[in-house]
């Protein structure tokens, strides 16, 4: 069964998954224009990966909840896509 993904995530000052579940999902995962500082995701070496305002990425069939993000508290990421 396919399902779509539509979610906006506020990030907090201390890293976050994107989503508290698993979930296998093709999505565009995008720091929102509106943001006051770059957003900052955990890389697969334990660094920040900081994402300006308005940067966007397509991510294929990733694991939601093993991405991790952290932030300015207030600003946020949002997530379009789905399971297909």
Do not use: C
């Not at 999902?25 to 955990?42: M, R, Y």
């Amino acid at each position: 069964m396919n399902n779509i993904v539509m979610r906006k995530i506020t990030v907090t000052a201390e890293y976050q998954p994107l989503l508290a579940q698993p979930l296998i999902a093709t999505v565009e995962i995008s720091a929102l224009p509106s943001n006051s500082d770059p957003v900052f995701f955990l890389g697969d070496d334990g660094s920040d990966v900081p994402w300006i305002s308005g940067e966007y990425h397509t991510l294929q069939r990733v694991n939601l909840a093993d991405i991790k993000v952290k932030g300015t508290p207030g600003d946020a990421v949002s997530l379009v896509g789905g399971t297909w």
